[in-house]
Nanobody
Framework: QVYLVESGGGSVQAGGSLRLSCAAS????????MGWFRQAPGKEREFVVA????????PYPDSVKGRFTISRDNSKNTVDLQMNSLKPEDTAVYYC????????????WGQGTQVTVSS
């Protein structure tokens, strides 16, 4: 059984920063694509960014471009999301997910961590 556990969420004021971390256990996810998703209240879950085993990330959506940065440490089996210049619209539950590269969809999910940004 593979588990993903997110940490680092919390409440910050607009303009602040948070660093989310996702730790995997059960097996090494060094070959997996790791992604971050978020779900705001009353909205569908949306994809934010993903990173390949080689450290290549997908393009950031305009909503977070220049403010969010994904990174991974294969030796520690972790993936992080650095979030700077946070805005109230970034408020959401953030989820870490993993999929093996040949799969179309993410099939391993964390429980989520709440990020609340106040104005």
């Amino acid at each position: 059984q593979v588990y993903l556990v997110e940490s680092g969420g919390g409440s910050v004021q607009a303009g602040g920063s948070l660093r989310l971390s996702c730790a995997a256990s059960g097996r090494a996810l060094t070959r997996d694509v790791m992604g971050w998703f978020r779900q705001a209240p009353g909205k569908e879950r949306e994809f934010v960014v993903a990173i390949s085993r080689n450290g290549i990330n997908t393009p950031y959506p305009d909503s977070v471009k220049g403010r969010f940065t994904i990174s991974r440490d294969n030796s520690k089996n972790t993936v992080d999301l650095q979030m700077n210049s946070l805005k109230p619209e970034d408020t959401a539950v953030y989820y870490c997910a993993a999929r093996e590269p040949w799969k179309d969809s993410y099939d391993i999910w964390g429980q989520g961590t709440q990020v609340t940004v106040s104005s």
